[in-house]
């Protein structure tokens, strides 16, 4: 099965750019590498998605080297609003050639005032 | 926001009654999934859906159920509730399970006495 580890938690004062690393030895040839948000009492949100390099939209920036055993998750300038848990995903594809997707306990960021 | 509610939001029963959660969705999305969440263990997945009539277990199915007759819901049921049942409990829709991009519901909390 793939696995991803990532840090547990992570402090950051505001206006910080954060990093947050996740690695994925395993990763499969055809597997992407998702990262999810989950404020406290809500469902996850999708942030962002990529296969290889670099992947950017409005809300954050993804980093994947070559190799693609681990990607970085980059937040510019957080905010108080960014503290969550950030969670890492790679595929899973089973017999019937479906992805479930495992979620792991994720990255709690605190961001301090 | 994608269309997925969850029904009852916030449930109490005992142990050894059977409890119902619903996950509606208008989204028309091909894939639905239930997940529980637990201190420590980050999300976990139950059973997921391919198609109507058409489900799989996850990696924490045992003392759970699914049925899903009707595109648009996905049912978890428990026939028996137990206390370590107690939880909190996502639904998620996708259109595609290749790029693991999953909506999420706002979740239901359930206490087994």
């Known amino acids: 099965l793939a696995k991803t580890t990532q840090p547990i938690s992570m402090d950051s004062y505001e206006g910080q750019e954060v990093n947050i690393t996740c690695s994925h030895n395993?990763?499969?040839?055809?597997?992407?590498i998702t990262w999810y948000q989950q404020f406290p009492s809500q469902g996850p949100r999708f942030i962002i998605q990529?296969?290889?390099t670099k992947v950017t939209n409005e809300v954050a920036s993804l980093f994947i080297p070559a190799d693609r055993k681990s990607s970085t998750l980059s937040l510019p300038r957080v905010s108080l609003s960014d503290t969550a848990v950030y969670y890492c995903?790679?595929?899973?594809?089973?017999?019937?050639?479906?992805?479930?997707?495992?979620f792991g306990t994720g990255t709690k960021l605190q961001v301090i005032p | 926001d994608a269309g997925i509610t969850q029904s009852p939001r916030h449930k109490v029963t005992e142990t050894g009654t059977p409890v119902t959660l619903r996950c509606h969705q208008t989204?028309?999305?091909?894939?639905m999934y239930w997940y529980r969440q637990d201190p420590g263990h980050g999300l976990r997945l139950i059973h997921y859906?391919?198609?109507?009539?058409?489900?799989d277990k996850g990696e924490v199915s045992d003392g759970y159920s699914v049925s899903r007759s009707k595109t648009e819901d996905f049912l978890l049921t428990l026939e028996s509730a137990t206390s370590s049942q107690t939880s909190v409990y996502f639904c998620?829709?996708?259109?595609?399970?290749?790029?693991?991009?999953?909506?999420f519901g706002p979740g239901t909390r359930l206490t087994v006495l």
């Open positions: 998620a829709i996708s259109a595609d399970t290749s790029y693991n991009e999953q909506f």
């Open positions: 395993n990763i499969a040839t055809n597997d992407y």
């Open positions: 990529g296969y290889k």
């Open positions: 995903l790679v595929g899973d594809e089973d017999s019937g050639g479906y992805q479930k997707v495992t």
């Open positions: 989204e028309n999305h091909r894939y």
């Open positions: 859906s391919y198609g109507v009539k058409d489900t």
